[in-house]
C-alpha cells in the first residue's frame, strides 16, 4: 500500500505542476485586440499591457531607422506611433492605407512597440468587377464529370 502511496503522491504533484504550468504561461500570452482609439482612450491602463492594435496605415508614415521600422496607425481620426522591431520581413502588404495587426506593448512616451506585424491587403477580399457582391463566381469545371 506504501508503494501506491507515493505513486498516487508523484501524479498528484506531476498533474498540479502542468496545471499550474497551463495557467500562468496562458495568462502571459494573453494579448486584448484593440483599435488604435480604444487603446488611446484607456489612457495610462494600456501602458505595458500585450496587445494587438488595429489601424490603418497613414500615408507617408513608414521609415525605416537601422534596423527598426517605424510607421503610424489610425482609426477613426486617432494616431498612434508604431515601431516595429521584430526579426521577421514585414509583410509586402504593409503600404500606406492599408489596415495592419501590431501585436506587442504599448510604452509609457505613448509609442507602441510591436514585435510581430500582420498586413491585410484589401484588394485580394474584394470581388471581381465582373461580379455583383453575392453574385457566385462561375464553375470553372463546367461539363466535367466529377467521378
Known amino acids: 500500500m ?3 502511496g507515493k505513486f ?3 501524479i498528484t504533484v506531476v498533474v498540479g ?7 500562468t504561461g496562458g495568462k502571459q500570452s494573453q494579448a486584448y485586440y484593440k483599435t488604435v ?6 489612457g495610462n491602463k494600456a501602458v505595458g499591457q500585450r496587445l494587438r492594435l488595429e489601424g490603418n496605415v497613414a500615408a507617408g508614415s513608414i521609415q525605416h531607422v537601422g534596423s527598426q521600422t517605424e510607421f503610424v496607425l489610425e482609426y ?3 494616431r498612434m506611433k508604431v515601431v516595429y522591431t521584430g526579426s521577421d520581413p ?3 502588404t504593409l503600404k500606406d492605407g492599408a489596415q495592419a495587426l501590431a501585436d ?7 509609442v507602441f512597440r510591436a514585435g510581430s506585424v500582420q498586413a ?3 484588394s485580394k477580399y474584394e470581388s471581381k468587377p465582373e461580379l455583383s457582391p453575392g453574385q457566385p463566381a462561375p464553375n470553372i469545371n463546367s461539363g466535367k464529370s466529377s467521378i
Open 2 to 4: 506504501k508503494k501506491y
Open 120 to 122: 491585410k491587403c484589401a
Open 37 to 42: 482609439n480604444e487603446v488611446h482612450d484607456m
Open 17 to 23: 505542476t502542468m496545471v499550474w504550468l497551463g495557467v
Open 90 to 92: 514585414l509583410p509586402d
Open 104 to 110: 506587442g506593448r504599448l510604452g509609457p512616451d505613448q
Open 8 to 10: 498516487a503522491g508523484l
Open 76 to 78: 477613426q481620426n486617432t
